[in-house]
């Protein structure tokens, strides 16, 4: 019989913990050891998350506690700045387990693997400290990363998601009554997916986000500016050569649609369009911020640190 891997996931009251509690239930090879919420502790998994059949209970651990577990692999659904004392806890206690971090704050951090597999699958071997990229980040990338090293200049991005982005905390963000008929727009320069992406690529960027009145699902618009002419020919053939082996990258054609991507684990990357000189690029991606921005690539990087099929339990 082939032997179980646990998973802890701290933070699980989330929209993003909620997403991968589901995947985990119906993973062949993966199960939950423990789902902390402060929130919800002591209240039964399966009351909140049908999807999983088990008797396991919400619990409300600390980072010692969590770090004590003993799961294969603890993963932090935290908000941005609350890792540290888990990881720290992890370091100590379990130094060899992997860790996969949700949130921004290892991002930076040379000593983690920064797990976007289509861009960063060569350096995952090994990796036991893996930092789970941004959602508007890994759409930011997906959309640029095949023309990087025809890029002229700053890339701008403008960038509109559904408010489950905003979390689960009480917010303008994500109040539907303040959003509805409405866009609002946020955090317009020094964002830090816009750092991340300029990090990560090598190359600025300039990204400009929005919240939108739909639940989920990013739209992202890249206006790229290319050291030399182009045609649609070049574009589409750069594209098909980084993703047309992706299993969860698709490039199209036309623009993708958001309200197409609600709810599935890939990306989509079209639309391509070029200035009369060929100087000028622009390219769409969409994805659902809570999925590929987040849970389903969160799985990903969990194969690849077990060894396992990267799609493993992920529908495609």
């Not at 009145?213 to 750069?238: E, Y």
């Not at 958001?258 to 622009?282: C, M, N, P, Q, Y």
Request: charged residues 20%; glycine residues 8%.
């Amino acid at each position: 019989m082939t032997a179980r891997i646990s998973l802890g996931l701290v933070g699980a009251r989330g929209h993003v913990g909620a997403e991968l509690i589901k995947l985990v239930a119906a993973h062949p090879r993966f199960e939950l050891a423990f789902v902390s919420s402060r929130e919800r502790a002591g209240q039964p998994l399966a009351e909140h998350e049908p999807a999983y059949a088990g008797d396991l209970r919400y619990v409300n651990l600390d980072a010692a506690a969590a770090a004590g577990q003993g799961a294969d692999a603890p993963v932090l659904a935290l908000p941005n700045g609350m890792a540290a004392p888990f990881v720290a806890e992890l370091d100590v206690r379990a130094p060899r387990t992997v860790v996969v971090d949700l949130s921004a704050d290892y991002r930076f951090d040379d000593r983690w693997h920064y797990g976007l597999p289509e861009l960063t699958r060569a350096s995952a071997p090994g990796a036991t400290r893996i930092s789970n990229p941004g959602c508007y980040a890994t759409a930011m990338q997906l959309a640029i990363a095949p023309m990087c090293q025809a890029l002229a200049g700053p890339v701008q991005c403008f960038g509109v998601s559904g408010y489950s982005g905003a979390g689960t905390s009480a917010s303008d963000k994500n109040d539907p009554v303040k959003l509805r008929d409405n866009l609002m727009p946020y955090s317009l320069t020094g964002h830090v997916h816009e750092r991340e992406v300029t990090r990560q690529l090598g190359h600025a960027v300039e990204f400009m986000p929005h919240v939108a009145p739909h639940f989920r699902g990013i739209t992202l618009t890249a206006n790229l500016h290319l050291a030399s002419a182009h045609t649609p020919d070049t574009v589409k053939l750069a594209y098909d050569r980084l993703y047309g082996s992706e299993p969860l990258v698709r490039v199209l054609d036309d623009a993708p649609w958001v309200s197409r991507i609600a709810g599935k684990h890939h990306a989509e990357v079209g639309g391509f369009t070029l200035s009369a000189d060929g100087r000028r690029l622009v390219v769409v991606s969409t994805l659902d911020n809570l999925l590929k921005g987040a849970a389903t690539q969160a799985l990903q990087n969990l194969n690849l640190a077990f060894g396992l099929p990267e799609t493993m339990g992920i529908p495609t």
